[in-house]
């Protein structure tokens, strides 16, 4: 269903109507149309209580999950398996250091310079895949002096299967890395993102891991380069709108890369690349685990 030019909307509807048209969204039956509305007016209302407190530190805003079910929300992430615990990587006394990377106590320090663009997963719990890649792609970057490559999530979709991971189904980041260090990271170009559940293919190599580690110190690990962590995306994360957001982590649902950390007054925070919203900043209180 469509909202026809002429029709005498409420207050309710015309918003309703406004992000229809900004988000390309449509529904098939008034039903659904009725259905997605009261979804949308309830989280809308929601939001808005939420950016009216007084004592916040970040701001809520409307985006493409504002009309979906937690259910619906939840096939976005795919941050680990279910009934398995997070596997434990060891931290190599070995671990390549940057020579030129920022030491913990320097105040903070922003790889977002040697990142590719955020990219959408979209409706594939594939969200490991894209924390690995991204953690791979600003690392390359940042021993390459800036110089920018594009990698597959899709392979390790279809691909990293053969060490426990289940492409839209879910999966760990740390074997994701495992995988490529095995395998090597194939290009973008030569092994395009479906969104989908695939065979796995040969495609081209453009970069390759030499080792894969733990993390005992999170800001030392990130002064290094981005690390693949985990967060807590259910709730209000989903509609995190700006600021440094300061909800409490529980059962972490989600992969994102830490691609930096910072300090805004009192306040110490991590900066989290998500391929659902963007990058935002979260306390040190919210921090998550680490792939």
Request: glycine residues 12%; contains cysteine.
């Amino acid at each position: 269903m469509t909202v026809q030019r002429g029709m005498n909307l409420s207050s309710e509807d015309s918003t309703f109507a406004e992000y229809l048209a900004k988000y390309g969204k449509s529904y098939d039956t008034k039903e659904e149309y009725e259905y997605r509305r009261e979804l949308f007016n309830k989280e809308f209302e929601d939001i808005m209580s939420h950016n009216a407190q007084n004592d916040v530190t970040w701001f809520r805003a409307v985006n493409k999950f504002t009309d979906m079910t937690p259910v619906e929300i939840n096939r976005y992430l795919g941050g680990g398996l279910r009934n398995e615990e997070r596997p434990h990587i060891e931290e190599q006394s070995d671990y390549e250091t940057l020579d030129h990377a920022y030491e913990a106590s320097n105040g903070g320090v922003d790889w977002r310079g040697y990142m590719n663009p955020v990219r959408d997963q979209g409706q594939c719990g594939s969200c490991w895949a894209f924390a690995s890649v991204a953690t791979t792609e600003g690392r390359y970057s940042i021993k390459h002096g800036g110089s920018k490559v594009a990698l597959s999530e899709q392979q390790l979709v279809d691909c990293s299967r053969s060490v426990g991971n289940q492409g839209c189904n879910g999966g760990w980041a740390s074997k994701a890395l495992q995988w490529l260090q095995a395998n090597g990271a194939a290009s973008r170009a030569s092994y395009p993102y479906t969104a989908r559940d695939g065979s796995c293919k040969k495609g081209t190599i453009a970069a390759r891991i030499t080792g894969v580690s733990g993390v005992s110190n999170a800001k030392n690990a990130i002064a290094g380069g981005p690390v693949a962590v985990y967060v807590q995306a259910q709730g209000g994360f989903m509609s995190y709108g700006g600021g440094i957001y300061n909800g409490v982590c529980g059962q972490y649902d989600h992969a994102v890369t830490a691609v930096g950390w910072g300090q805004s007054g009192n306040t110490e925070y991590w900066i989290i690349r998500v391929q659902i919203n963007g990058n935002c900043r979260i306390t040190f209180d919210s921090f998550p685990s680490t792939a």
